[in-house]
């Protein structure tokens, strides 16, 4: 570490600051590529390293934490200067984080959080899901502004901890609203299909759409389906039944532009960036970040400029 | 002969109807239809058109069960027919290109699974569950793993769109099952499939040429996938890789038993397959329509479906029967006695 420090140094008074961390390497063990959001967060950790000067080696795990585990060992073998670990699991993580740490190299988490004692990972980027379903609760309190609305709920798949979190968030934020009232909750799989499909049988039990006033779906996804079950029903999405959702994927933030939907909290793929700052400032001084570093849940509404954020993020592989 | 398939389609027609009922007792609204921008709108159009993907998936499943096989890919099929489809269209093709070029690929996909049950005798679960697992990932590289989305308004049309304000997808599977239906009933194709699933050996002996055959009949289960991942690309006007189908072989195979047709091959009813399929369905709109909390959803699908299959079950029929042929002069001799006292309470 010392060595690493003095050659830091030297390369810090040799170089401009801009370019303070040129010479770092940085391994990032990816779960896989599950969904768009994933391919995301890879192409954006990848632009973030490239213009902060990093050399970031990438590893596609494929959902399988023994590649996971192979590739932390790995990357300590070739001493790099820093491991980022999207772990596909909480658990099973405490031997090979203590090899990084016998070996001094700082782990940083990404978007999910482990079961290990906190002194083996140096922080933990996230965002809060519970929030998230706040951020859509408050929003829908505000424009509604005291009004009687009943809101059908699309959640995400029975028993996935984001499904939990962001149910009770909603919840949570609406509690003291009386005048807000969930009156139809079903899982529509985070799928598209299954958010049109349910919202089908919503709109059929409540007297042809006309007794429901809000729609609040965990991703944009059902979102989007939900919205072309909503137009085959003759009525106007976005007018007629109000739409939040979560994620911010490209589409949604089109439909938002287009006014069939009302607004998105963004569960950012930037999850590098505050990673990478936390790391830069560890590499300089040895200043500790905190154990959790909270991601930004931006609320996006028809107010925003949501065609900026789609050429944004249209090629992010969303 | 109409009656003989009417008594074999009974306990299918009964079980729909108290599903059905089910449906209207917790919702009176269900039977209720209505036009919508020129379309028809309804409870019962909803079943008949989500049912779609499992009916056709199911009419190829039958004939593939019946031969003794069982075909776990078709799920996997319709994500990549479904990918490629979209990929046509968003590549500036026209509709009926990318409908053939999924038809092709559901065909080859179909043919491969064929290939290693009939030609390199290799058991139909394993074999096909090669295609079920590779054919995801063949699926999310034609689609880079995105949802690919598409605005054709031809593609939209075969699953989201109506021809006469009835859905499309509606029209697809009947015709499909139509056709089907009347190939294997109208010409000895049907008895040479049966004949393969009984004993393949003898029908070999007896001059079929089984390993066309299976190969022809893996080969419809494909270009049956290809419609369903068709008619579910065009419903979402996206391909997702990811969950297209995504666990609907199971429905198909549970569709057909179901429907009656027993697992280890011979006498299959694809009409049976599909009264399957729409009992499936409206199991499911019952329990979206229930508004039950979503933890109770699997529960209550496995609790009907459990009924249902003890309600077909040999040994359970025989049961009712002996009942029925025990108390069949009980019941004449209660009528007789009610005729006398009306209003009276009989144990």
């Known amino acids: 570490m010392n060595i690493l420090k003095s050659l830091l140094l030297s390369a810090a008074v040799l170089m401009p600051a801009s370019a303070f961390a040129a010479n770092e390497t940085v391994g990032f063990s990816q779960i896989g590529s599950e ?9 954006v950790t990848k632009a973030d390293a490239k213009e902060r000067g990093i050399t970031l080696k990438f590893a596609d795990a494929q959902q399988k934490q023994e590649n996971q585990i192979k590739a932390i060992r790995g990357f300590i073998a070739q001493g790099v200067d820093a491991i980022l670990l999207a772990p596909v699991v909480a658990t099973g993580w405490d031997e090979v984080l203590g090899e990084a740490k016998d070996a001094d190299i700082p782990v940083v988490l990404m978007d999910r959080k482990v079961d290990a004692p906190d002194d083996l990972y140096l922080t933990a980027v996230t965002s809060d899901t519970v929030h998230e379903g706040e951020v859509a609760g408050d929003w829908l309190k505000k424009a509604e502004d005291g009004k009687p609305c009943n809101v059908v709920e699309l959640q995400g798949t029975t028993g996935a901890s ?10 949570d934020a609406i509690a003291d609203a009386p005048n807000i009232k969930i009156i139809r909750s079903q899982t529509g799989d985070f799928t598209r299909s299954q958010g049109k499909i349910v919202m089908e049988s919503f709109l059929k039990a409540e007297n042809g759409g006309k007794d429901i006033c809000a729609l609040y779906a965990h991703n944009d996804d059902m979102a989007l389906g939900a919205i072309q079950a909503i137009k085959e029903a003759g009525l106007k999405p976005g007018e007629d039944i109000k739409i939040v959702s979560v994620d911010s994927v490209p589409d949604m933030h089109l439909a938002i532009a287009h006014g069939q939907s009302n607004a998105t909290v963004e569960l950012t793929p930037d999850m590098a960036g505050p990673a990478f700052t936390a790391l830069e400032a560890y590499w300089k001084d040895g200043t500790m970040p905190p154990k959790w570093i909270q991601t930004k849940s931006t609320l996006y509404t028809q107010d925003s400029d949501n ?4 050429e944004r993020k249209k090629d992010l592989g969303y | 002969m109409i009656r003989a398939t009417i008594r074999r389609i009974l306990p299918q027609l009964v079980i729909l109807a108290l599903v059905l009922g089910l449906n209207f007792a917790m919702f009176p609204g269900f039977f209720h239809l209505e036009m919508h921008n020129g379309r028809l709108f309804g409870n019962i159009i909803d079943v008949l058109n989500r049912g779609a993907p499992v009916a056709l998936l199911s009419v190829g499943m039958t004939l593939v069960i019946a031969t003794r096989g069982i075909d776990l890919s078709v799920g996997a099929v319709m994500a990549i027919t479904g990918a490629v ?14 409908l053939l070029a999924a038809l092709g690929a559901g065909a080859l996909c179909g043919i491969w699974n064929g ?7 290799i058991q139909p679960i394993v074999a096909t569950l090669v295609l079920m697992v590779a054919g995801r990932g063949i699926a999310q590289l034609l689609t880079k793993g995105a949802i690919l989305t598409f605005n054709d308004p031809g593609l939209i049309r075969l699953g989201g769109g109506t021809i006469l304000s009835v859905p499309t997808p509606i029209w697809i599977w009947v015709t499909l099952a139509v056709v089907v239906g009347l190939v294997v009933r109208r010409t000895a194709l049907g008895l040479l499939i049966e004949a393969t699933g009984i004993n393949e ?3 070999r002996l007896a001059g079929i040429n089984a390993k066309v055959l299976l190969i022809a009949v893996y080969l419809v289960t494909g270009l049956c996938a290809a419609l369903a991942g068709i008619v579910v690309t065009g419903d979402i006007r996206g391909a997702d890789a990811n969950n297209a189908g995504l666990w609907m072989e199971l429905d198909a195979i549970l569709a057909v038993v179901i429907g009656g047709n ?4 011979g006498r299959f009813s694809i009409t049976a397959s599909l009264l399957g399929a729409l009992i499936i369905q409206s199991v499911n709109s019952a329990i979206l329509l229930s508004g039950m909390p979503v933890e109770f959803n699997l529960v209550i699908k496995a609790i009907i479906i459990i009924a249902i299959l003890v309600i077909q079950s040999p040994r359970v029929k025989h049961s009712i029967y002996l009942l029925r042929a025990s ?4 019941l004449a001799r209660r009528a007789v006695a009610a005729k006398g006292a009306v209003g009276e309470d009989h144990p």
Do not use: N, Q
């Open chain 2, 85 to 98: 489809a979209a990929s046509v269209v968003t590549e500036g093709g026209s509709w009926i290109m990318a």
């Open chain 1, 35 to 43: 969904s768009g959001w994933r391919a995301a967060e890879t192409s």
């Open chain 1, 307 to 310: 065609m900026a954020a789609y």
């Open chain 1, 162 to 171: 984001v499904t939990i979190d962001r149910k009770k968030g909603f919840a």
């Open chain 2, 262 to 265: 027993s697992l280890l091959g």
């Open chain 2, 327 to 330: 108390s069949g002069p009980v």
């Open chain 2, 201 to 203: 050996r003898s029908a």
């Open chain 2, 115 to 121: 290939f290693l049950v009939a030609v390199l005798r």
